[in-house]
């Protein structure tokens, strides 16, 4: 079933919008589709740039 607002940045990808290709795709490379993957916040973001643990 295609996903009209689906959240992955990669808009010219043949499994945009299509969440459960995308599911299957990233499942056999072990990883997540963008849609599912943990959201990193601004803190965690600064503290990487910065080198703080």
């Given at each position: 079933?295609?996903k009209?607002?689906?959240p992955?940045?990669?808009?010219?990808?043949?499994?945009?919008?299509?969440?459960?290709?995308?599911?299957?795709?990233?499942?056999?490379?072990?990883?997540?589709?963008?849609?599912?993957?943990?959201?990193?916040?601004?803190?965690?973001?600064?503290?990487q740039i910065?080198?703080?643990p």
């Amino acid at each position: 079933m295609h996903k009209p607002d689906c959240p992955c940045p990669k808009s010219k990808c043949e499994r945009h919008g299509y969440c459960d290709e995308c599911r299957q795709y990233h499942g056999l490379r072990s990883g997540l589709p963008y849609c599912e993957r943990p959201k990193r916040t601004l803190a965690s973001r600064i503290r990487q740039i910065l080198h703080i643990p």
